[in-house]
């Protein structure tokens, strides 16, 4: 029984599976979706953003953004659409100054190094300063006209934290983690403003198209279970308490995908989110024995496994389908984002092989 009083599809999707998995009603097969699906492994996406400049001219193009976000369902017969775009983008319009460069990935100018720089930190409204992706959620949803439906998505206030004191990518987390425990107050003050300002963007997406919902929260697997609880998961809930749950006589279902964070599922689920993400270093079948059928899952073959030959790739499909077994509720993925050198032919494989491998598991 469908715990939402909505139907699950009323927008008339024509492919509608990956919204029923995630509200556990029954479907044909399980769908899939791959993480960073528009990127680096497709050519089609490397000559795009040649044309656009830089990554976040890419992102700053309506047209263009729409253009990579369609390239991966052109190819494959995925069955959801994530808005193309970055989890910096708030940070950014914050005023941190965000630039990507080749080999280095993401860069702040101004990383966020004291209790007054995080008073000063402004919420940023979506409509003004992230318009472009609020531009790029609309025309992306009318150019997908009913075909799959689009994830909009944001960092948690977590993982937008690490970049923004960080200044960038880390192994350590050593400014991030030195301020969580030295200055615990203005820690929390970042995450609650990072609170707001992702509530705001993620509800002007549902606003602007987006139908279902996903917190990316990268980085809470590298806390201990307390501080995960403390400085990750409180904010995610606070995040999930404040969103549209219903637009326009829809559900918009949200997934929490925290890395790394498979021993926290019962903790996850009880946020009140639809669905979690798991990565591939926890196995399905705990975490479902754990949250029961409350709650989808996503995930979470081992992005390494598209090196292997086909034979392979369709072998740990089987694998990964087994271990969530029988029934609604499981959304294929990756356990994280596709490698940039992944071959493109891998990826049909693997979509090909979840729908082909999966029917039995729906059947009465
Ligand atoms: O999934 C999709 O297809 C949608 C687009 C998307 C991107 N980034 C595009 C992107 C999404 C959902 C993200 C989320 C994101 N961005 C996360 C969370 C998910 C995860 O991977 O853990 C994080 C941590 C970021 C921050 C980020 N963006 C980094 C660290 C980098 C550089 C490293 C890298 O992988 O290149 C990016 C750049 C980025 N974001 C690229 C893409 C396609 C590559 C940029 C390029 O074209 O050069």
């Given at each position: 029984?469908?715990e939402?009083?909505?139907?699950?599809?009323?927008?008339?999707?024509?492919n509608?599976r990956?919204?029923?998995?995630?509200l556990?009603e029954p479907?044909?097969?399980?769908?899939?979706?791959?993480?960073?699906?528009?990127g680096?492994?497709?050519p089609?996406?490397?000559?795009?953003?040649?044309?656009?400049?830089s990554?976040?001219?890419?992102c700053?193009?309506?047209?263009?953004?729409?253009e990579?976000?369609?390239q991966?369902?052109?190819?494959?017969d995925?069955?959801a659409?994530?808005?193309?775009?970055?989890?910096?983008?708030?940070?950014?319009?914050?005023?941190?100054?965000?630039?990507?460069?080749?080999g280095?990935?993401p860069?702040?100018a101004?990383?966020?190094?004291?209790?007054h720089?995080?008073?000063q930190?402004?919420?940023?409204?979506?409509?003004?300063?992230?318009?472009?992706?609020?531009?790029?959620?609309?025309?992306?949803?009318?150019?997908?006209d009913?075909?799959?439906?689009?994830?909009?998505?944001?960092?948690?206030?977590w993982?937008?934290?690490?970049?923004?004191?960080?200044g960038?990518?880390?192994?350590?987390?050593a400014?991030?983690?030195?301020?969580?425990?030295?200055?615990?107050?203005s820690?929390h003050?970042?995450?609650?403003?990072?609170?707001t300002?992702?509530?705001d963007?993620?509800?002007?997406q549902?606003?602007?198209?987006?139908?279902?919902?996903?917190?990316?929260?990268?980085?809470?697997?590298?806390?201990?279970?307390?501080?995960?609880?403390?400085?990750?998961?409180?904010?995610?809930?606070?995040?999930?308490?404040?969103?549209?749950r219903t637009?326009?006589?829809a559900?918009?279902?949200v997934i929490?995908?925290?890395?790394?964070?498979?021993?926290?599922?019962v903790d996850?689920?009880?946020?009140?989110?639809?669905g979690?993400?798991?990565?591939?270093?926890?196995?399905?079948?705990?975490?479902?024995?754990?949250?029961?059928?409350?709650?989808?899952l996503?995930g979470?073959?081992?992005p390494?496994?598209?090196?292997?030959?086909?034979?392979?790739?369709?072998?740990?499909?089987?694998?990964?389908?087994h271990?969530?077994?029988?029934?609604t509720?499981?959304?294929?993925?990756?356990?994280?984002?596709?490698?940039?050198?992944?071959n493109?032919?891998?990826?049909?494989t693997?979509?090909?092989?979840?729908?082909?491998?999966?029917?039995p598991?729906?059947q009465?």
């Amino acid at each position: 029984m469908s715990e939402s009083a909505l139907p699950a599809n009323p927008y008339g999707l024509k492919n509608d599976r990956f919204i029923r998995a995630l509200l556990r009603e029954p479907i044909d097969c399980t769908p899939i979706w791959i993480m960073r699906q528009a990127g680096r492994y497709l050519p089609e996406y490397r000559a795009t953003r040649a044309k656009a400049g830089s990554f976040m001219d890419l992102c700053r193009s309506a047209e263009l953004a729409c253009e990579v976000t369609l390239q991966p369902l052109e190819r494959f017969d995925l069955d959801a659409a994530i808005l193309f775009s970055d989890i910096l983008t708030i940070p950014d319009a914050m005023g941190l100054g965000l630039t990507f460069t080749t080999g280095e990935g993401p860069v702040f100018a101004r990383p966020l190094r004291s209790r007054h720089a995080i008073e000063q930190l402004p919420i940023p409204d979506p409509e003004i300063e992230l318009r472009y992706v609020m531009d790029a959620v609309g025309t992306i949803r009318k150019a997908l006209d009913g075909r799959v439906p689009l994830i909009g998505f944001s960092g948690s206030p977590w993982t937008l934290a690490t970049y923004m004191v960080e200044g960038g990518s880390t192994k350590e987390f050593a400014h991030i983690k030195g301020l969580m425990y030295s200055d615990p107050a203005s820690a929390h003050l970042l995450l609650d403003k990072l609170s707001t300002a992702v509530t705001d963007y993620l509800n002007a997406q549902v606003r602007r198209g987006a139908q279902t919902l996903m917190i990316f929260d990268t980085w809470g697997g590298v806390l201990s279970p307390d501080k995960y609880r403390e400085f990750s998961l409180a904010y995610m809930q606070k995040i999930v308490n404040g969103l549209i749950r219903t637009h326009e006589g829809a559900r918009i279902p949200v997934i929490l995908f925290t890395k790394g964070g498979g021993q926290w599922a019962v903790d996850m689920a009880d946020t009140g989110a639809d669905g979690i993400g798991v990565d591939w270093t926890a196995d399905m079948s705990q975490i479902r024995q754990q949250v029961g059928h409350r709650i989808a899952l996503q995930g979470n073959l081992d992005p390494s496994v598209l090196y292997a030959p086909d034979a392979v790739i369709e072998q740990e499909v089987a694998r990964v389908l087994h271990t969530f077994g029988h029934g609604t509720g499981h959304v294929f993925n990756l356990g994280h984002g596709i490698h940039q050198h992944v071959n493109p032919d891998k990826v049909a494989t693997l979509v090909n092989a979840v729908h082909r491998l999966s029917r039995p598991y729906h059947q009465a």
